[in-house]
Protein backbone atom coordinates (compact mmCIF):
# COMPACT_ATOMS: atom_id res chain seq x y z
CA UNK A 1 0.00 0.00 0.00
CA UNK A 2 2.63 2.45 1.02
CA UNK A 3 4.62 1.33 -1.80
CA UNK A 4 1.90 3.17 -4.58
CA UNK A 5 2.98 6.71 -3.20
CA UNK A 6 6.08 6.28 -5.29
CA UNK A 7 4.80 5.20 -8.32
CA UNK A 8 5.03 7.53 -11.37
CA UNK A 9 2.23 8.98 -12.60
CA UNK A 10 1.36 7.58 -16.01
CA UNK A 11 0.09 4.64 -13.28
CA UNK A 12 -3.24 4.80 -12.23
CA UNK A 13 -3.69 4.45 -8.52
CA UNK A 14 -6.48 3.54 -6.60
CA UNK A 15 -8.12 7.55 -5.57
CA UNK A 16 -9.56 5.74 -2.20
CA UNK A 17 -8.26 4.36 0.94
CA UNK A 18 -8.79 0.65 1.37
CA UNK A 19 -8.84 0.80 4.82
CA UNK A 20 -12.11 2.07 4.72
CA UNK A 21 -13.89 -0.46 2.52
CA UNK A 22 -15.96 -3.14 4.01
CA UNK A 23 -15.98 -7.09 2.29
CA UNK A 24 -19.81 -7.70 1.10
CA UNK A 25 -18.73 -9.77 -2.07
CA UNK A 26 -16.90 -13.12 -1.66
CA UNK A 27 -14.92 -14.34 -4.48
CA UNK A 28 -13.95 -17.91 -4.84
CA UNK A 29 -11.54 -18.39 -7.81
CA UNK A 30 -9.78 -15.55 -8.00
CA UNK A 31 -8.21 -16.21 -11.68
CA UNK A 32 -6.82 -13.66 -13.89
CA UNK A 33 -10.36 -13.50 -15.28
CA UNK A 34 -12.22 -12.66 -12.07
CA UNK A 35 -9.06 -10.11 -11.56
CA UNK A 36 -9.40 -8.29 -15.36
CA UNK A 37 -13.48 -8.21 -15.11
CA UNK A 38 -15.36 -8.41 -11.85
CA UNK A 39 -13.00 -7.01 -9.40
CA UNK A 40 -12.15 -4.36 -12.35
CA UNK A 41 -15.97 -3.51 -12.10
CA UNK A 42 -16.09 -3.40 -8.70
CA UNK A 43 -13.13 -1.02 -8.24
CA UNK A 44 -14.74 1.24 -10.31
CA UNK A 45 -17.86 1.55 -8.32
CA UNK A 46 -15.90 1.89 -4.97
CA UNK A 47 -13.51 4.95 -6.88
CA UNK A 48 -16.07 6.36 -9.07
CA UNK A 49 -19.15 6.42 -6.66
CA UNK A 50 -17.49 5.63 -3.28
CA UNK A 51 -19.54 2.44 -2.60
CA UNK A 52 -17.37 1.57 0.18
CA UNK A 53 -19.67 -1.64 1.16
CA UNK A 54 -18.83 -3.38 -1.84
CA UNK A 55 -15.02 -4.80 -0.79
CA UNK A 56 -14.45 -8.10 -2.52
CA UNK A 57 -12.93 -11.08 -0.50
CA UNK A 58 -10.49 -12.94 -2.57
CA UNK A 59 -11.16 -17.24 -1.87
CA UNK A 60 -9.12 -19.81 -3.32
CA UNK A 61 -9.83 -23.63 -2.26
CA UNK A 62 -7.57 -25.77 -4.88
CA UNK A 63 -4.09 -26.19 -3.51
CA UNK A 64 -3.01 -25.28 -7.43
CA UNK A 65 -3.92 -21.64 -6.67
CA UNK A 66 -1.56 -21.35 -3.64
CA UNK A 67 0.69 -19.48 -5.90
CA UNK A 68 -1.54 -16.84 -6.54
CA UNK A 69 -2.75 -16.55 -3.10
CA UNK A 70 0.85 -16.14 -2.02
CA UNK A 71 1.38 -13.25 -4.20
CA UNK A 72 -1.70 -11.42 -3.49
CA UNK A 73 -1.08 -11.88 0.33
CA UNK A 74 1.71 -10.59 -0.19
CA UNK A 75 0.72 -7.53 -2.27
CA UNK A 76 -2.15 -6.47 -0.30
CA UNK A 77 -4.37 -7.54 -2.46
CA UNK A 78 -3.30 -5.17 -4.92
CA UNK A 79 -2.32 -6.31 -8.38
CA UNK A 80 -1.76 -4.45 -11.96
CA UNK A 81 -4.22 -4.53 -14.32
CA UNK A 82 -2.45 -3.58 -17.97
CA UNK A 83 -4.95 -2.77 -20.20
CA UNK A 84 -3.52 -2.79 -24.19
CA UNK A 85 -5.73 -1.04 -26.83
CA UNK A 86 -6.00 -2.34 -30.19
CA UNK A 87 -4.03 1.38 -31.26
CA UNK A 88 -1.44 0.75 -29.07
CA UNK A 89 -2.11 2.86 -25.99
CA UNK A 90 -1.64 0.66 -22.82
CA UNK A 91 -2.71 1.52 -18.77
CA UNK A 92 -1.43 -0.34 -15.76
CA UNK A 93 -3.90 0.40 -13.52
CA UNK A 94 -3.49 -0.64 -9.91
CA UNK A 95 -6.83 -2.54 -8.56
CA UNK A 96 -8.12 -1.90 -5.30
CA UNK A 97 -11.01 -3.80 -4.63
CA UNK A 98 -9.77 -7.05 -3.36
CA UNK A 99 -9.27 -6.27 0.27
CA UNK A 100 -9.32 -9.59 2.09
CA UNK A 101 -7.53 -12.99 1.01
CA UNK A 102 -8.63 -16.67 2.23
CA UNK A 103 -6.99 -19.95 1.19
CA UNK A 104 -9.12 -23.18 1.60
CA UNK A 105 -6.53 -25.28 1.84
CA UNK A 106 -4.51 -23.46 4.97
CA UNK A 107 -7.59 -23.54 6.62
CA UNK A 108 -11.25 -24.40 5.42
CA UNK A 109 -13.10 -23.25 8.36
CA UNK A 110 -12.12 -19.71 8.28
CA UNK A 111 -13.52 -19.98 4.98
CA UNK A 112 -16.52 -21.17 5.90
CA UNK A 113 -16.99 -18.65 8.53
CA UNK A 114 -16.98 -16.02 6.38
CA UNK A 115 -18.92 -17.29 3.77
CA UNK A 116 -21.67 -17.62 6.48
CA UNK A 117 -20.94 -13.71 7.66
CA UNK A 118 -23.89 -12.06 7.38
CA UNK A 119 -22.01 -9.16 5.79
CA UNK A 120 -21.25 -11.29 2.81
CA UNK A 121 -24.73 -10.39 0.48
CA UNK A 122 -22.97 -12.20 -2.66
CA UNK A 123 -20.78 -15.10 -2.71
CA UNK A 124 -19.28 -15.15 -6.83
CA UNK A 125 -17.06 -17.45 -8.11
CA UNK A 126 -15.31 -18.18 -11.51
CA UNK A 127 -14.59 -22.18 -10.95
CA UNK A 128 -13.98 -22.79 -14.62
CA UNK A 129 -16.22 -25.85 -16.88
CA UNK A 130 -14.88 -29.20 -14.68
CA UNK A 131 -15.58 -27.38 -11.53
CA UNK A 132 -19.49 -28.09 -11.91
CA UNK A 133 -18.84 -32.02 -12.21
CA UNK A 134 -21.99 -31.86 -15.01
CA UNK A 135 -21.94 -34.27 -17.77
CA UNK A 136 -22.40 -31.86 -20.78
CA UNK A 137 -24.72 -34.43 -22.31
CA UNK A 138 -26.36 -35.81 -20.03
CA UNK A 139 -27.06 -33.35 -17.47
CA UNK A 140 -26.11 -34.93 -14.84
CA UNK A 141 -23.95 -34.16 -11.66
CA UNK A 142 -20.91 -36.51 -11.02
CA UNK A 143 -21.27 -37.61 -7.52
CA UNK A 144 -18.38 -40.46 -8.19
CA UNK A 145 -15.73 -37.68 -9.22
CA UNK A 146 -12.99 -38.17 -6.54
CA UNK A 147 -12.91 -34.94 -5.13
CA UNK A 148 -17.19 -35.04 -4.62
CA UNK A 149 -16.67 -38.11 -2.47
CA UNK A 150 -13.42 -36.72 -0.36
CA UNK A 151 -16.21 -34.37 0.58
CA UNK A 152 -18.66 -36.58 1.37
CA UNK A 153 -16.35 -38.22 3.33
CA UNK A 154 -15.15 -35.03 4.90
CA UNK A 155 -17.37 -32.51 5.04
CA UNK A 156 -15.78 -29.89 7.18
CA UNK A 157 -12.96 -29.75 5.27
CA UNK A 158 -14.22 -30.01 1.77
CA UNK A 159 -12.37 -29.70 -1.64
CA UNK A 160 -15.39 -28.49 -3.87
CA UNK A 161 -17.00 -25.23 -3.80
CA UNK A 162 -20.09 -27.56 -3.01
CA UNK A 163 -19.18 -28.95 0.18
CA UNK A 164 -17.97 -25.28 1.17
CA UNK A 165 -21.65 -23.86 0.34
CA UNK A 166 -22.75 -26.58 1.97
CA UNK A 167 -21.55 -26.01 5.27
CA UNK A 168 -21.99 -22.21 4.85
CA UNK A 169 -25.73 -22.21 4.53
CA UNK A 170 -26.29 -24.71 7.08
CA UNK A 171 -24.52 -21.81 9.41
CA UNK A 172 -26.32 -19.48 7.96
CA UNK A 173 -29.34 -21.63 8.65
CA UNK A 174 -28.58 -23.06 11.87
CA UNK A 175 -27.97 -19.28 13.47
CA UNK A 176 -31.37 -18.05 11.77
CA UNK A 177 -29.20 -15.53 9.11
CA UNK A 178 -30.52 -15.15 5.75
CA UNK A 179 -28.74 -16.42 2.44
CA UNK A 180 -27.38 -14.75 -0.25
CA UNK A 181 -26.83 -14.01 -3.92
CA UNK A 182 -24.88 -16.77 -5.48
CA UNK A 183 -23.31 -15.40 -9.10
CA UNK A 184 -21.49 -17.40 -11.26
CA UNK A 185 -19.21 -15.23 -13.80
CA UNK A 186 -18.00 -18.69 -16.11
CA UNK A 187 -17.83 -18.71 -19.56
CA UNK A 188 -20.26 -21.41 -19.77
CA UNK A 189 -24.09 -21.87 -20.57
CA UNK A 190 -26.68 -20.41 -18.01
CA UNK A 191 -23.97 -20.49 -15.35
CA UNK A 192 -26.38 -19.68 -12.68
CA UNK A 193 -28.89 -22.37 -13.71
CA UNK A 194 -25.72 -24.78 -13.91
CA UNK A 195 -24.46 -23.78 -10.38
CA UNK A 196 -27.95 -23.78 -9.28
CA UNK A 197 -28.16 -27.72 -10.50
CA UNK A 198 -24.70 -28.80 -9.43
CA UNK A 199 -25.27 -27.39 -5.89
CA UNK A 200 -28.62 -28.45 -5.11
CA UNK A 201 -28.03 -32.01 -6.33
CA UNK A 202 -24.79 -32.07 -3.95
CA UNK A 203 -27.07 -30.69 -1.23
CA UNK A 204 -30.02 -33.67 -2.34
CA UNK A 205 -27.27 -36.46 -1.77
CA UNK A 206 -25.21 -34.93 1.39
CA UNK A 207 -28.08 -32.80 3.52
CA UNK A 208 -31.35 -32.73 1.82
CA UNK A 209 -32.97 -31.24 4.47
CA UNK A 210 -31.02 -28.16 3.85
CA UNK A 211 -32.93 -28.11 0.39
CA UNK A 212 -36.04 -25.87 1.23
CA UNK A 213 -34.06 -23.19 3.31
CA UNK A 214 -31.88 -22.65 0.23
CA UNK A 215 -34.58 -22.56 -2.24
CA UNK A 216 -36.28 -20.03 0.12
CA UNK A 217 -32.85 -18.16 0.64
CA UNK A 218 -30.53 -17.72 -1.87
CA UNK A 219 -30.56 -16.69 -5.93
CA UNK A 220 -28.34 -17.54 -8.95
CA UNK A 221 -28.44 -15.05 -11.58
CA UNK A 222 -27.29 -16.13 -14.90
CA UNK A 223 -24.43 -13.52 -16.51
CA UNK A 224 -22.31 -13.23 -19.47
CA UNK A 225 -18.94 -12.51 -19.34
CA UNK A 226 -16.80 -11.01 -21.80
CA UNK A 227 -13.06 -9.44 -22.02
CA UNK A 228 -10.30 -11.10 -23.32
CA UNK A 229 -7.80 -12.18 -20.33
CA UNK A 230 -4.47 -13.99 -22.59
CA UNK A 231 -1.61 -15.60 -20.07
CA UNK A 232 0.31 -13.39 -17.85
CA UNK A 233 3.95 -13.73 -19.91
CA UNK A 234 7.17 -12.83 -17.96
CA UNK A 235 7.33 -10.22 -20.47
CA UNK A 236 4.69 -7.89 -18.91
CA UNK A 237 6.28 -8.29 -15.72
CA UNK A 238 9.44 -6.67 -17.31
CA UNK A 239 7.42 -4.12 -19.50
CA UNK A 240 5.57 -3.09 -16.06
CA UNK A 241 8.53 -3.07 -14.22
CA UNK A 242 10.79 -0.81 -17.20
CA UNK A 243 8.02 1.34 -18.48
CA UNK A 244 5.88 1.85 -15.10
CA UNK A 245 8.49 1.20 -12.81
CA UNK A 246 5.81 -1.79 -10.77
CA UNK A 247 7.41 -4.39 -9.59
CA UNK A 248 3.92 -7.11 -9.75
CA UNK A 249 4.89 -10.49 -9.42
CA UNK A 250 1.53 -11.59 -11.12
CA UNK A 251 -0.32 -8.60 -12.86
CA UNK A 252 -3.01 -9.04 -15.32
CA UNK A 253 -3.01 -8.53 -18.94
CA UNK A 254 -6.16 -7.49 -20.97
CA UNK A 255 -7.84 -5.50 -23.81
CA UNK A 256 -10.08 -2.45 -23.22
CA UNK A 257 -12.91 -4.12 -24.51
CA UNK A 258 -15.59 -5.66 -21.24
CA UNK A 259 -18.92 -6.73 -20.83
CA UNK A 260 -20.68 -8.03 -17.98
CA UNK A 261 -24.40 -8.54 -18.50
CA UNK A 262 -26.08 -10.26 -15.20
CA UNK A 263 -29.53 -11.03 -14.80
CA UNK A 264 -31.62 -8.95 -12.53
CA UNK A 265 -32.55 -11.38 -9.72
CA UNK A 266 -30.57 -10.94 -6.10
CA UNK A 267 -31.38 -12.00 -3.43
CA UNK A 268 -30.55 -9.02 -1.59
CA UNK A 269 -29.36 -5.69 -2.21
CA UNK A 270 -27.25 -5.48 -5.38
CA UNK A 271 -24.00 -3.61 -6.00
CA UNK A 272 -25.06 -0.06 -8.42
CA UNK A 273 -22.49 -1.87 -11.13
CA UNK A 274 -24.98 -0.31 -13.73
CA UNK A 275 -23.28 2.82 -12.78
CA UNK A 276 -20.16 1.83 -14.07
CA UNK A 277 -21.06 0.23 -17.59
CA UNK A 278 -22.73 -3.16 -16.63
CA UNK A 279 -26.10 -3.73 -17.84
CA UNK A 280 -28.92 -5.68 -15.87
CA UNK A 281 -31.21 -7.59 -17.60
CA UNK A 282 -34.38 -9.47 -17.36
CA UNK A 283 -33.20 -12.08 -19.79
CA UNK A 284 -29.53 -13.10 -20.43
CA UNK A 285 -30.05 -15.83 -23.09
CA UNK A 286 -29.58 -13.48 -25.94
CA UNK A 287 -26.66 -12.09 -24.53
CA UNK A 288 -25.23 -15.50 -24.10
CA UNK A 289 -26.09 -17.06 -27.15
CA UNK A 290 -24.01 -14.64 -28.77
CA UNK A 291 -21.38 -14.44 -27.23
CA UNK A 292 -20.48 -17.72 -26.57
CA UNK A 293 -21.98 -18.58 -30.50
CA UNK A 294 -19.61 -16.11 -32.10
CA UNK A 295 -16.92 -14.94 -29.45
CA UNK A 296 -16.15 -18.20 -28.08
CA UNK A 297 -16.51 -19.92 -31.16
CA UNK A 298 -14.32 -17.51 -33.10
CA UNK A 299 -11.55 -18.12 -30.68
CA UNK A 300 -12.08 -22.20 -30.92
CA UNK A 301 -11.97 -21.64 -34.98
CA UNK A 302 -9.04 -19.86 -34.97
CA UNK A 303 -7.28 -22.06 -32.16
CA UNK A 304 -7.68 -25.39 -33.91
CA UNK A 305 -7.33 -23.99 -37.51
CA UNK A 306 -4.62 -21.85 -36.84
CA UNK A 307 -2.62 -24.45 -34.61
CA UNK A 308 -3.26 -27.24 -37.20
CA UNK A 309 -1.63 -24.28 -39.54
CA UNK A 310 1.21 -24.02 -37.40
CA UNK A 311 0.70 -20.25 -36.18
CA UNK A 312 1.14 -19.98 -32.25
CA UNK A 313 -1.24 -16.73 -31.24
CA UNK A 314 -5.02 -15.98 -31.84
CA UNK A 315 -3.16 -12.62 -33.54
CA UNK A 316 -1.59 -14.47 -36.18
CA UNK A 317 -4.80 -16.31 -37.32
CA UNK A 318 -6.77 -13.41 -36.97
CA UNK A 319 -4.63 -11.48 -40.00
CA UNK A 320 -4.87 -14.62 -42.31
CA UNK A 321 -7.07 -13.58 -44.97
CA UNK A 322 -8.49 -16.57 -45.51
CA UNK A 323 -9.11 -17.71 -42.04
CA UNK A 324 -11.10 -14.56 -41.23
CA UNK A 325 -12.95 -15.14 -44.44
CA UNK A 326 -13.98 -18.65 -43.10
CA UNK A 327 -14.63 -16.91 -39.73
CA UNK A 328 -17.06 -14.23 -41.49
CA UNK A 329 -19.05 -16.67 -43.63
CA UNK A 330 -19.40 -19.60 -40.07
CA UNK A 331 -20.70 -15.86 -38.20
CA UNK A 332 -23.48 -14.83 -40.99
CA UNK A 333 -24.02 -17.80 -43.09
CA UNK A 334 -24.28 -21.04 -39.66
CA UNK A 335 -24.71 -18.87 -36.83
CA UNK A 336 -26.22 -15.49 -36.89
CA UNK A 337 -29.82 -17.59 -38.06
CA UNK A 338 -29.69 -19.46 -34.45
CA UNK A 339 -29.46 -16.37 -32.70
CA UNK A 340 -33.19 -15.59 -31.06
CA UNK A 341 -33.78 -12.56 -30.19
CA UNK A 342 -31.57 -10.16 -30.13
CA UNK A 343 -31.68 -7.20 -33.16
CA UNK A 344 -29.49 -8.11 -36.27
CA UNK A 345 -27.69 -4.41 -35.58
CA UNK A 346 -26.61 -5.38 -32.50
CA UNK A 347 -25.40 -8.63 -34.05
CA UNK A 348 -23.58 -7.08 -36.70
CA UNK A 349 -21.79 -4.33 -34.67
CA UNK A 350 -20.77 -7.06 -32.07
CA UNK A 351 -19.30 -9.57 -35.19
CA UNK A 352 -17.63 -6.27 -36.39
CA UNK A 353 -15.74 -5.53 -33.02
CA UNK A 354 -15.23 -9.40 -32.17
CA UNK A 355 -12.58 -9.49 -35.13
CA UNK A 356 -11.24 -6.18 -34.43
CA UNK A 357 -10.65 -7.59 -31.11
CA UNK A 358 -8.59 -10.42 -32.44
CA UNK A 359 -6.60 -8.50 -34.58
CA UNK A 360 -5.80 -6.79 -31.52
CA UNK A 361 -1.44 -6.87 -31.87
CA UNK A 362 -0.84 -6.53 -28.43
CA UNK A 363 -2.90 -9.24 -26.63
CA UNK A 364 -0.51 -12.12 -26.56
CA UNK A 365 -2.94 -14.73 -26.49
CA UNK A 366 -1.70 -18.06 -27.24
CA UNK A 367 -3.57 -20.65 -29.40
CA UNK A 368 -2.67 -23.29 -26.55
CA UNK A 369 -5.01 -21.22 -24.14
CA UNK A 370 -7.46 -21.12 -26.46
CA UNK A 371 -7.72 -25.00 -27.37
CA UNK A 372 -7.10 -26.40 -23.72
CA UNK A 373 -10.28 -28.18 -22.38
CA UNK A 374 -11.59 -27.89 -26.33
CA UNK A 375 -13.75 -30.80 -24.87
CA UNK A 376 -15.81 -28.54 -22.45
CA UNK A 377 -15.45 -26.06 -25.06
CA UNK A 378 -16.82 -27.13 -28.32
CA UNK A 379 -20.67 -28.37 -26.66
CA UNK A 380 -20.27 -25.19 -25.57
CA UNK A 381 -19.79 -22.91 -28.01
CA UNK A 382 -20.20 -24.94 -31.58
CA UNK A 383 -22.43 -27.88 -31.31
CA UNK A 384 -25.12 -25.67 -30.11
CA UNK A 385 -24.80 -24.03 -33.37
CA UNK A 386 -25.08 -27.22 -35.42
CA UNK A 387 -28.53 -28.38 -33.25
CA UNK A 388 -29.93 -25.35 -34.07
CA UNK A 389 -29.26 -25.40 -37.77
CA UNK A 390 -30.12 -28.60 -37.89
CA UNK A 391 -33.54 -28.17 -37.03
CA UNK A 392 -33.75 -25.16 -38.98
CA UNK A 393 -31.85 -24.02 -42.18
CA UNK A 394 -29.04 -26.81 -42.11
CA UNK A 395 -26.32 -24.81 -42.73
CA UNK A 396 -23.97 -26.31 -41.02
CA UNK A 397 -20.84 -27.29 -43.88
CA UNK A 398 -18.31 -25.02 -41.98
CA UNK A 399 -19.02 -26.24 -38.41
CA UNK A 400 -18.53 -30.00 -39.61
CA UNK A 401 -15.26 -28.88 -41.16
CA UNK A 402 -14.21 -27.56 -37.56
CA UNK A 403 -15.11 -30.90 -36.08
CA UNK A 404 -13.66 -32.82 -38.34
CA UNK A 405 -10.05 -30.58 -38.45
CA UNK A 406 -11.00 -31.02 -34.23
CA UNK A 407 -10.30 -34.44 -35.22
CA UNK A 408 -7.30 -34.35 -36.94
CA UNK A 409 -6.01 -31.49 -34.06
CA UNK A 410 -5.96 -34.57 -31.90
CA UNK A 411 -2.94 -36.48 -33.99
CA UNK A 412 -1.24 -33.30 -32.50
CA UNK A 413 1.35 -32.62 -35.31
CA UNK A 414 0.90 -29.59 -37.70
CA UNK A 415 1.27 -28.54 -41.37
CA UNK A 416 4.68 -27.55 -40.78
CA UNK A 417 5.01 -31.07 -39.00
CA UNK A 418 5.64 -29.72 -35.67
CA UNK A 419 4.00 -31.55 -32.54
CA UNK A 420 2.23 -29.45 -29.87
CA UNK A 421 0.87 -30.47 -26.87
CA UNK A 422 -3.21 -31.20 -26.15
CA UNK A 423 -4.02 -30.16 -22.82
CA UNK A 424 -7.22 -31.47 -22.51
CA UNK A 425 -8.94 -33.79 -19.67
CA UNK A 426 -10.18 -35.86 -22.20
CA UNK A 427 -7.34 -36.16 -24.11
CA UNK A 428 -6.05 -40.01 -23.55
CA UNK A 429 -10.10 -40.56 -25.41
CA UNK A 430 -9.70 -37.75 -27.77
CA UNK A 431 -6.54 -38.68 -29.31
CA UNK A 432 -7.11 -42.46 -29.20
CA UNK A 433 -10.27 -41.81 -31.19
CA UNK A 434 -8.63 -39.46 -33.50
CA UNK A 435 -5.89 -42.13 -34.33
CA UNK A 436 -8.57 -44.59 -34.74
CA UNK A 437 -10.57 -42.37 -37.26
CA UNK A 438 -7.59 -42.71 -39.73
CA UNK A 439 -8.81 -46.47 -40.34
CA UNK A 440 -12.60 -45.77 -39.33
CA UNK A 441 -12.94 -42.17 -40.24
CA UNK A 442 -16.52 -42.34 -38.18
CA UNK A 443 -14.74 -43.15 -34.91
CA UNK A 444 -13.97 -39.90 -33.19
CA UNK A 445 -17.68 -38.28 -34.23
CA UNK A 446 -18.49 -41.55 -31.83
CA UNK A 447 -17.16 -39.72 -28.59
CA UNK A 448 -20.24 -39.37 -27.18
CA UNK A 449 -19.42 -37.98 -24.12
CA UNK A 450 -18.52 -35.01 -26.73
CA UNK A 451 -21.00 -35.13 -29.00
CA UNK A 452 -23.98 -36.89 -27.42
CA UNK A 453 -25.51 -39.05 -30.63
CA UNK A 454 -24.65 -36.57 -33.29
CA UNK A 455 -23.06 -39.38 -35.39
CA UNK A 456 -26.59 -40.47 -35.87
CA UNK A 457 -27.61 -37.06 -38.01
CA UNK A 458 -26.90 -38.25 -41.73
CA UNK A 459 -26.60 -34.61 -42.75
CA UNK A 460 -23.97 -34.28 -40.80
CA UNK A 461 -22.41 -37.05 -40.99
CA UNK A 462 -22.12 -36.48 -44.38
CA UNK A 463 -20.01 -33.19 -44.32
CA UNK A 464 -17.95 -34.13 -41.16
CA UNK A 465 -16.56 -37.18 -43.35
CA UNK A 466 -16.11 -35.20 -46.71
CA UNK A 467 -14.00 -32.44 -44.43
CA UNK A 468 -12.31 -34.97 -42.96
CA UNK A 469 -11.19 -36.82 -45.99
CA UNK A 470 -9.97 -33.75 -47.31
CA UNK A 471 -7.96 -32.18 -44.33
CA UNK A 472 -6.10 -35.88 -44.37
CA UNK A 473 -5.04 -35.45 -47.58
CA UNK A 474 -4.41 -31.39 -47.62
CA UNK A 475 -2.95 -28.93 -45.34
CA UNK A 476 -5.45 -27.20 -43.48
CA UNK A 477 -4.86 -23.49 -45.44
CA UNK A 478 -5.64 -25.16 -48.83
CA UNK A 479 -8.66 -26.89 -47.64
CA UNK A 480 -10.08 -23.57 -45.75
CA UNK A 481 -9.18 -22.00 -49.37
CA UNK A 482 -11.16 -24.82 -50.85
CA UNK A 483 -14.20 -24.37 -48.75
CA UNK A 484 -14.21 -20.29 -48.72
CA UNK A 485 -14.27 -20.67 -52.59
CA UNK A 486 -17.45 -22.93 -52.43
CA UNK A 487 -19.50 -21.66 -49.49
C1 LIG B 1 -11.74 -18.10 -24.90
C2 LIG B 1 -12.23 -17.28 -23.73
O1 LIG B 1 -11.10 -19.85 -23.48
C3 LIG B 1 -11.51 -19.55 -24.58
O2 LIG B 1 -11.71 -20.38 -25.44
O3 LIG B 1 -12.63 -17.98 -25.97
O4 LIG B 1 -11.38 -17.39 -22.64
C4 LIG B 1 -12.41 -15.81 -24.12
O5 LIG B 1 -11.16 -15.20 -24.28
C5 LIG B 1 -13.22 -15.09 -23.09
O6 LIG B 1 -14.45 -15.73 -22.93
C6 LIG B 1 -13.42 -13.64 -23.50
O7 LIG B 1 -14.43 -13.07 -22.78
Redo the contacts with the bound molecule.
Keep these: MENLKQLPPNVLKPLFNRDNIKTSILHIGVSNFHRSLQAFYTHELIERFHELNYGICGVDILDSSRKIYNILKDQDGLYTLYIKKTNGVHKAKIIGSIVEYFFGPENPMAVIEKMASPDIKIISLTIAEDGYHLNEITGEFDINHPSVTEDLKNPLSPNTVFGYLTQAFKLRKLRGLSGCTILSCD ?1 IKENGNTIKQSFFNYVSKVDPDLLPWLTENTTFPNTM ?5 PNTELSDIHTLRNEFLIEDQWPVVCESFSQWVIEDNFFDEKPAWDKVGVQFTKDIKPFERMKLRL ?2 AG ?2 IL ?1 ILGTLHGYKTVYEAAIDSDFISLLHSYMDKEVTATLKNQDIKTINDYKKNIISRFQNPYINDKLS ?2 CQESSA ?1 IPLFILPTIKDQLKGEKQIKIAAFIIAAWCKYNDGIDDQNNPYKIIDSLSGTLIRNAALSHQNPMKFLETTTVFGNLSENEIFRNYYLESLSLLRTKNVKDCIKELNALI
Excluded: W
Excluded at 225 to 229: A, E, G, H, K
Design positions: NVDRITLNHTGRIK
